[in-house]
């Protein structure tokens, strides 16, 4: 099936540091990706809606000085957590449907997510 | 606003018992509803689907029927293993290729 990688699966820092989470789509093209927080035994929160070639559309009570997101191309955006601290701790998952290629188009492909701990 | 509201875990089962997780929404429209399964260590699957009511999803041994009059899409599985084990999530979406609503999860745990 459709595969979505996230680059790195887990990653520690200092505080004050930032960190970049990496999300691409491996056999088919997406214009829009989504990030999500997923707090420990908790849901998934929608943080932010990116667009290839465009600016993200951030949701209410999301920082988008804290939390820059590129989409430079068709099959990679990228979440920067800029001055981590503590409270950025969690489980940062990317989503996105296919707009052509293999995968089907009505699906939302998820990537396996990555694990932020700052110290 | 639109919501997705599912049954508060953990699940905790005997291998071959009967499985059902309630799940319920509220949403303007006539949404697209979900379930998706998170296995421990591993990223969110699509385990099934219903874009329409009285649609039933299917996958797997689980079924859920989209039911607009009680305005839910509970999941059930006739006979569970151990495999099936995860975090079950409810989720719906408003639109097709917009974000998803989630539900808050259900932890099933089955035991051999």
């Known amino acids: 099936g459709a595969v979505v990688s996230q680059h790195p699966s887990w990653v520690i820092c200092k505080s004050g540091t930032s960190v970049k989470i990496e999300c691409r789509s491996l056999?088919?093209?997406?214009?829009?990706m989504f990030w999500y927080r997923q707090f420990p035994k908790q849901s998934l929160m929608l943080m932010a809606t990116?667009?290839?070639?465009?600016?993200?559309?951030?949701e209410q009570g999301v920082e988008k000085d804290k939390f820059l997101i590129n989409h430079a191309s068709l099959t990679l955006s990228t979440l920067t957590v800029t001055s981590a601290h503590p409270e950025d701790s969690s489980f940062y998952i990317c989503?996105?449907?296919?707009?052509?290629?293999?995968?089907?188009?009505?699906?939302?492909?998820f990537g396996p997510g990555t694990r932020l701990t700052v110290l | 606003g639109d919501s997705v509201t599912q049954m508060e875990g953990p699940v905790t089962l005997s291998e071959e018992a009967f499985l059902t997780i309630n799940c319920t929404y509220t949403?303007?429209?006539?949404?697209?509803l979900f379930w998706y399964v998170q296995y421990p260590g591993e990223g969110l699957q699509l385990l099934l689907k219903?874009?329409?009511?009285?649609d039933k999803g299917s996958n797997k041994g689980f079924e859920a029927t989209y039911r607009k009059e009680t305005t839910s899409f509970h999941l059930e599985k006739g006979s569970v293993q151990v495999s099936d084990s995860a975090v079950y999530f409810c989720?719906?979406?408003?639109?097709?290729?917009?974000?998803?609503?989630f539900g808050k999860g259900t932890t099933l745990s089955v035991s051999s």
């Open positions: 989503s996105t449907y296919s707009t052509s290629g293999r995968a089907n188009t009505d699906t939302q492909y």
């Open positions: 056999d088919f093209q997406a214009t829009t």
């Open positions: 990116s667009n290839e070639g465009s600016k993200a559309t951030y």
């Open positions: 949403a303007t429209g006539y949404p697209s």
């Open positions: 219903a874009t329409k009511a009285d």
């Open positions: 989720a719906l979406s408003v639109q097709a290729g917009t974000a998803l609503i």
